[in-house]
């Protein structure tokens, strides 16, 4: 070894070992230079990537669930199957559960795991499938937050680690927590821990055991696998939830004593996708669209969490069904359609309707199809004349026939049949045409439409029509739902409660909205009772006796329309009005083999009697109020008939035991048939501003009946 200059040995490395040092130093420099611009890079990538301000929408959706009046019994489930709980609401071991088999260091890191991020990005680099590596802060950001999707990808990965550990660091771990058990998916289309509590266990999240608590932590890795686990996949569930309660052990969230005594726990079978059954999907339909016109919006309704209340009475809705199939003969032609509403007169909530067979058709004959209102329109312009002054003693004309000025032709009564002068109440009775013409032309047509409109029956269907002097005949069209809209009027004292079929609405923060319906005065107490008693003596001595209730008092109206190609039924006691329609949609006469052409008082009343009979059991009788005095002779007939009155020629009426004969006319209009399409809803064509609707032959004369018939053209419905 060399010495120095002094005679000191020392060691050289030569040029080698310079060498050697240099290399080592610039390694230094560029690991240092390296790093810095690594942690650069972090903090650049760091400021650049904020937290996002908004959530993936699928992952906050809550499912909106309509149910009947009674707020229990569900109607229908819209939108994705979640219910949002807060974290106090999910028992700790249920949570613990999910710690411990998901990310045991949940508490104490700092919202990723090295381990788990090193092991996640080399599967991602080499594209080997290893054991996941997220924790669930990382977990709930890719599921929770929007711009964050599930492609395996390094830069997604990156992201999704700088927004964990920004969440990490900005928000509570319960928070974290609450939102994780939230929006991870448990299959059986169950999003969230009580959606899946209800799909496994039938039972919301405060009621899971232990064990039921850990299968749900079993099924996050392969919810699809263990959904319904049968076979190898049974055995797979069970030593994955058998981990489970080990790892719970092991974190101390069990004793091992309650370790070992957990079993495996028993699942309810899975259940299939809700179905819409019998008039459910009209009833959705109908609610959906109430909630549009209220300020709901389809995101609203499939997303937003909603408890929905509706106005259906699920018995009326099975007695309406039934009263219908049960009156209606066998040997119904299919293109025959018949429709029920029923509406409560205090609130205007529809309790109960009957739209026809959901699996022919997609319109409904109660809300959807509007026919000809025939003879069931008179009752308007009754209310109109009495509330303008009239009174049920006013004399109209009920001579066959008439001729009004606006008419180019005279309008007659059935079978020409002359009335004289005969009083508002033998009008109705009767349902004599001439005479409700002649009171329209006293009071105003003007003021019918006005009254009409008032009492719930809308402008549009009703305005093309009132310039006509058979306008109080009933050719304005209108659907069940909206007749029993306007005869609830006159049970409610002459004040129209808006019709609706939602009754409130609480949102997923709980707040409850009750719908207010519109209230209006549409007539007078008084004009309503006198109009009410009117139509009471329809039902006890005129064409709709086959409607009485024997235990209460009825009022009501028949109308049918030209060769019976409407027929209808309004009637109400003071706590129900409900319409029955019965048409055809190739508008067509309504004729059943064996029973004939019908008539309002035929097979719609006879519906209208056996699903009121079912609706009214049990409920109090209540009278109607007191009508005005006007000089009937209550001798000639009782007010509560023991039996089927005979005709008294003192008093004109039908022929009891006689239909009509059915008027033959070359000189009819031809009517453009209806769809032939069941899916779509008759829609009524366009019609010529002039002729009148009274231009022709025959016009309207409303009523149904053995002694009336309607003689106008019918046009379709829509």
Do not use: C
């Amino acid at each position: 070894m060399p010495k120095n200059d002094l005679g000191v040995r020392v060691r050289t490395d030569g040029k080698k070992g310079m060498r050697k040092r240099r290399i080592l130093r610039s390694f230094l420099i560029a690991m240092g230079v390296g790093l810095i611009v690594l942690i650069g890079l972090f903090g650049i990538a760091w400021a650049m990537t904020p937290i996002p301000d908004t959530t993936q929408k699928h992952a906050t959706e809550q499912g909106s669930v309509i149910y009947y009046r009674d707020g229990k019994t569900v109607l229908a489930r819209q939108g994705v199957n979640r219910k949002n709980v807060r974290l106090e609401q999910v028992p700790r071991h249920v949570s613990d559960a999910v710690i411990a088999i998901e990310n045991r260091s949940f508490y104490s890191d700092s919202g990723v795991s090295v381990k788990g991020t090193v092991r996640s990005l080399w599967s991602t680099v080499s594209g080997q499938q290893l054991q996941g590596g997220s924790t669930i802060t990382q977990q709930m950001v890719r599921n929770y937050y929007s711009g964050l999707s599930q492609e395996r990808s390094i830069t997604r990965k990156f992201k999704e680690i700088l927004i964990a550990m920004k969440v990490d660091q900005s928000k509570p771990k319960e928070w974290v927590l609450e939102q994780y058990l939230n929006t991870i998916y448990f299959g059986r289309g169950a999003n969230g821990v009580q959606a899946a509590a209800q799909a496994y266990f039938g039972k919301n999240v405060e009621k899971l055991t232990v064990a039921e608590g850990a299968y749900l932590a079993s099924v996050i890795q392969q919810p699809s696998r263990f959904a319904d686990p049968k076979g190898a996949d049974l055995a797979a569930v069970k030593d994955r939830w058998s981990s489970v309660i080990t790892a719970m052990r092991d974190i101390g969230a069990l004793t091992p004593e309650k370790a070992a005594a957990q079993r495996f726990p028993k699942l309810a079978a899975p259940k299939k996708p809700f179905e819409l059954k019998g008039q459910s999907q009209y009833m959705l339909d109908q609610v959906r669209q109430e909630l549009n016109r209220r300020g709901y919006s389809d995101e609203d309704i499939n997303g937003g969490g909603l408890k929905v209340v509706t106005t259906f009475d699920k018995k009326l809705m099975d007695a309406a069904a039934r009263a219908v199939k049960q009156v209606l003969p066998d040997s119904t032609p299919s293109k025959v359609r018949t429709g029920l509403a029923a509406v409560d007169p205090a609130t205007g909530e529809v309790v109960a309707f009957y739209g026809g067979n959901p699996d022919t058709s997609k319109y409904d004959n109660a809300f959807s199809a509007k026919v000809q209102a025939g003879s069931t329109f008179k009752p308007y312009t009754l209310a109109a004349a009495l509330n303008d002054g009239l009174d049920l003693s006013t004399r109209v004309d009920g001579n066959s026939p008439i001729k009004v000025a606006s008419a180019p032709q005279a309008i007659p009564n059935d079978s020409g049949r002359s009335y004289g002068l005969v009083d508002l109440v033998g009008a109705t009775r009767n349902s004599v045409n001439t005479a409700f013409v002649d009171l329209g032309q006293k009071v105003g047509l003007d003021k019918v439409a006005e009254t009409a409109e008032a009492m719930g029956l809308p402008a549009d269907q009703i305005e093309p029509h009132k310039s006509a002097a058979s306008f109080p005949l009933g050719v304005a069209s209108v659907s069940a739902v909206q007749n029993a809209s306007g005869f609830s009027t006159f049970a409610n004292g002459g004040v129209h409660m808006e019709a609706h079929v939602v009754r409130s609405v609480t949102d997923a923060k709980g707040k409850k909205t009750v719908i207010k319906p519109d209230s209006t005065q549409a007539v007078g107490e008084q004009a309503a009772a006198d109009a009410t008693y009117a139509m009471e003596q329809v039902v006890k001595y005129g064409t709709g006796t086959a409607a009485r209730l024997w235990d209460r008092p009825v009022a009501g109206k028949t109308g049918t329309t030209d060769k019976s190609g409407a027929v209808w039924f309004n009637g109400f006691t003071p706590q129900l009005a409900t319409a029955v329609n019965m048409f055809r949609d190739d508008n067509k006469t309504v004729q059943i083999p064996g029973y004939g052409v019908q008539f309002g008082g035929q097979l719609p009343a006879q519906i209208w009697r056996a699903f009121m009979t079912e609706a009214m059991a049990g409920k109090d009788v209540v009278d109607f109020p007191e009508p005005s005095d006007y000089g009937y002779d209550y001798d000639t007939y009782p007010s509560t008939p023991e039996e089927p009155p005979q005709r008294d020629d003192r008093f004109p009426g039908p022929d009891w035991n006689e239909e009509p004969p059915q008027p033959e006319s070359s000189t009819q209009p031809s009517v453009p048939p209806l769809s032939e399409d069941p899916s779509t809803p008759p829609v009524i064509p366009e019609q010529p501003e002039s002729p009148p609707p009274t231009d022709f032959p025959g016009p309207p004369t409303g009523g149904s009946g053995p002694n009336e018939q309607d003689n106008t053209p019918a046009r379709p419905v829509s």
